[in-house]
């Protein structure tokens, strides 16, 4: 997937992942586009795809994820969020960000204008589960680290309320595993 140094080492196992907005530009941060990311995600959970966590902050977001092919289907959750964020971004004229999409797309990627996502997700291999507990911890503290809230549960973009048995989870994830 990319030029990225990582590789998916076991594909069909759970690994953690992350995907980054071009040159750390924040996007995530009206709820519409939140919710192409979202929207996505539950349309991959439907074909055979296992979330056990997630967060989304505002240029980037953290998954926790297995699949028969996970390399794959991160792939086209990446072409087809890119497409649509792209032309929210084209309708509602956010010139700035989409302009900085131009500028900072790799020269290599002359079959576009505009380049949305980092090349590669970043795929770390779960290989215990110390491993998970460890990430799904990091994951639902991203915001609290970052001062943006003072509890995991507090930020709506996350999967820390399906941990701590909340039923107002924004998706539905494997919290036994």
Partial sequence: MGRSRYSFIQPDKPHFLTLTVLHWIPVFTR???VCILLDSL???VKDNFRLYAYVIL???LHLLAQSPQLDKDIARYKSYTAKQLINYLKQRKVSTILDQLAFY???HKADRALQFWQEGVHPELIIDEAMMVQKIDYIHQ???KRGYV???VHWR???ARNYAGQRNGLLDVITVW
């Fill in 42 to 44: 539950r349309w991959l």
């Fill in 157 to 159: 973009y996350s999967s």
């Fill in 105 to 107: 797309k790799k020269k």
């Fill in 142 to 144: 991203n915001p609290v």
């Fill in 58 to 60: 505002e240029n980037h």
């Fill in 150 to 152: 003072d509890l995991p």
């Fill in 31 to 33: 709820q519409n586009t």
